[in-house]
T-cell receptor
Framework: GAVVSQHPSRVICKSGTSVKIECRSL??????MFWYRQFPKQSLMLMATSNEGSKATYEQGVEKDKFLINHASLTLSTLTVTSAHPEDSSFYIC?????????????FGPGTRLLVL | QKEVEQDPGPLSVPEGAIVSLNCTYS??????FMWYRQYSRKGPELLMYTYSSGNKEDGRFTAQVDKSSKYISLFIRDSQPSDSATYLC???????????WGAGTKLIIKP
């Protein structure tokens, strides 16, 4: 149990375009999902916490208008990188918090590698 | 000072050795302690989940939590080349599901 998927696994886009990344909990309903960014050889950096049906809570320094998060259902959260630039190139990972009954921690998707040219 | 300290390594050991990975922390309010394994270009995978102090064993893996010393450990017995990965410790307080992460230790098991 507690499987999380992400799509796409990798994406290459031109500077100025927008990219949408989907995060799905496949076998459980997730009231809370998290979005992380990870640079090479570094640990995970939390970008935002996404609660179903409400606005996401962004960490300090993360631009809300740049990284749009939509958690429209209990199994799907999306991250849209708007007007992407080369400095947005990174590894983006989502995680989901399962309901009680499973170990109460975060379960992660496989990540999405974004390269902005 | 970071809330969670973890040596980034790399730690290189021969196949079959016992591996010891550690984290120290400063916040005595942490109650839940996790170890995740992350292979290159993949998302983290939960290995061990521990509440409060004590030991927990799962196959070749043993997690230890010493809250008095604010120190957690992950032991891997009979290490295999497939165990080569980055191991991240994470912890949280009881009421908040946000995780505080260590830097991750890169482990290399040499055949």
């Amino acid at each position: 149990g507690a499987v999380v998927s992400q799509h796409p696994s990798r994406v290459i886009c031109k500077s100025g375009t927008s990219v949408k990344i989907e995060c799905r909990s496949l076998d459980f309903q997730a009231t809370t999902m998290f979005w992380y960014r990870q640079f090479p050889k570094q640990s995970l950096m939390l970008m935002a916490t996404s609660n179903e049906g409400s606005k996401a809570t962004y960490e300090q320094g993360v631009e809300k208008d740049k990284f749009l998060i939509n958690h429209a259902s209990l199994t799907l959260s999306t991250l849209t990188v708007t007007s992407a630039h080369p400095e947005d190139s990174s590894f983006y990972i989502c995680s989901a918090r399962p309901p009680t009954g499973l170990q109460e921690t975060q379960y992660f998707g496989p990540g999405t590698r974004l390269l902005v040219l | 000072q970071k809330e969670v300290e973890q040596d980034p390594g790399p730690l290189s050991v021969p196949e079959g050795a016992i591996v010891s990975l550690n984290c120290t922390y400063s916040n005595s309010a942490f109650q839940y302690f996790m170890w995740y394994r992350q292979y290159s270009r993949k998302g983290p995978e939960l290995l061990m989940y521990t509440y409060s102090s004590g030991n927990k064993e799962d196959g070749r893996f043993t997690a230890q939590v010493d809250k008095s010393s604010k120190y957690i450990s992950l032991f891997i017995r009979d290490s295999q080349p497939s165990d080569s990965a980055t191991y991240l410790c994470a912890m949280r307080v009881g009421s908040n599901y946000q995780l505080i992460w260590g830097a991750g230790t890169k482990l290399i098991i040499k055949p």
